[in-house]
């Protein structure tokens, strides 16, 4: 029954997570995040390259937009197994809305920190090209 929880809870709150993106990214005029990019960088990860100056000029990997979702989606199973196991511990030693919180944070900060990084974009993604707003 924990690994169905685990896996319940990691598809789920990645999904919802990405309805979310894809709203925002339709009512914000922003691109929806590019799952291949995200794909060749683990596929090259694996090769041994951790950092691309950025990744849209390192080589296409075949089939890197599928390994991009799973990766996406194990995380999320990751982030679930690692909240059901580990915030307990934490929230017996401290409030149960601080651990829960605190377990928020540091799911946001990963990508911002080691994944952006990664990618060629810098911590925070301060190395991202915006692109400019329409005028309406």
Same mark, same amino acid.
């Given at each position: 029954?924990?690994?169905?929880? /685990? ?11 990405? =309805? ?10 922003? +691109? ?5 990019? /995200? ?5 090259? =990860? ?8 950025? /990744? ?10 599928? /390994? ?13 197994? =690692?909240?059901?196991?580990?915030? +307990? ?5 401290? %409030?149960? !809305? ?8 540091? !799911? ?5 920190? =080691? ?16 692109? +400019?707003?329409?005028? %309406?």
């Amino acid at each position: 029954m924990r690994t169905a929880s /685990i896996l319940f809870l990691g598809v789920f709150a990645t999904a919802c997570a990405d =309805l979310w993106q894809y709203a925002l990214a339709r009512w914000c005029e922003r +691109p929806a995040a590019d799952w291949g990019k /995200i794909g060749r960088w683990v596929a090259w =990860l694996v090769r041994g390259v951790a950092v691309h100056r950025p /990744i849209a000029a390192t080589p296409p990997v075949r089939g890197e937009a599928a /390994i991009g979702w799973v990766f996406h989606y194990l995380v999320g199973v990751a982030y679930a197994a =690692l909240f059901l196991y580990a915030l +307990p511990a934490v929230a017996a030693s401290s %409030s149960t !809305t601080f651990a829960a919180l605190a377990f928020a944070a540091v !799911t946001l900060a990963a990508p911002w920190l =080691l994944l952006q990084p990664g990618l060629g974009l810098g911590v925070l993604a301060r190395r991202r090209r915006t692109r +400019p707003r329409s005028a %309406s």
